[in-house]
């Protein structure tokens, strides 16, 4: 007990400053927010270190502001409205046009690589941004390209998010359509690759529409954890001093996780 309120008035002293206030404020908020539910303040003071009595009064605070909410049958504290609506802003300002582009621009400038960003339109990826001031492709992508889901490192990726069955269903529609860059006779091939894709979190094309070329694709995910859009990196196949195909897959990933946080995503652990 002494020990308690020894560690409590020295707390209560650090509290003189508003800042430091504030910061154990948000450490309390960030910790229920990953909690995953509901937790008590015992709990609370227990798993961040902090005081019981410091716990009680920044809850308590909170909870009057409306950024925590007291469960009244089990007197524990979840994420209030407040703290949703400041995440609902966040994410409203987080937008892919904002989060990506710098992204991008690293691997071109940093890695000397060609960068895109598409989604999935039907039966074709469509290109958003394009960023190619590296390598020397014969075919120039356009943003608003569009190519089919099925011949590309992108579009594979955006394909192996889907179920089992609406991936059989656009593969039949390459051949009612006859998309003549896609051969039907290699569907079960490419349903083998996707289930790979889906394990290793990437997918790699090499010759596929754009001969001559190697590329890397990794998902970009949203606050919910679905999958909405995809990046790729791209070279030349026969380039001297280029990323190897494992380099670029792992700077892909890299650039994909780094613009799914942007978007609220939460990647790994």
């Not at 908020?29 to 270190?49: F, K, N, P, V």
């Amino acid at each position: 007990m002494a020990t308690e309120k020894a560690k409590t008035k020295r707390e209560g002293a650090a509290e003189g400053s508003g800042s430091q206030v504030m910061t154990k404020g948000l450490r309390l908020l960030s910790h229920i927010a990953h909690c995953g539910g509901e937790i008590g303040i015992r709990d609370l003071a227990r798993e961040t270190g902090l005081a019981l009595a410091v716990v009680h009064r920044l809850v308590s605070s909170m909870s009057e502001l409306n950024y925590l909410d007291k469960n009244p049958e089990t007197g524990k504290y979840r994420i209030g409205y407040e703290a949703f609506e400041v995440g609902r802003t966040y994410l409203r300002s987080a937008r892919i046009e904002t989060c990506a582009p710098p992204v991008l621009r690293n691997l071109v400038d940093a890695h000397r690589l060609n960068a895109f960003l598409g989604v999935a339109r039907d039966l074709s990826v469509v290109y958003l941004i394009t960023i190619q001031d590296y390598g020397h492709y014969d075919i120039r992508i356009a943003p608003g390209s569009e190519v089919p889901l099925a011949t590309t490192a992108m579009g594979k990726v955006l394909l192996a998010d889907l179920p089992d069955d609406e991936i059989y269903e656009k593969l039949g529609r390459y051949a009612e359509k006859r998309f003549s860059a896609f051969d039907i006779s290699k569907r079960e091939s490419l349903v083998e690759e996707i289930i790979a894709i889906r394990q290793q979190g990437y997918a790699i094309s090499e010759d596929g529409s754009f001969r001559g070329t190697v590329s890397v694709a990794a998902p970009i995910y949203n606050f919910t954890g679905r999958v909405i859009a995809a990046v790729s990196a791209g070279r030349p196949t026969q380039v001297s001093n280029a990323p190897s195909v494992e380099e670029m897959a792992q700077l892909t990933v890299e650039a994909a996780n780094r613009i799914s946080v942007c978007l609220g995503a939460q990647i790994g652990g």
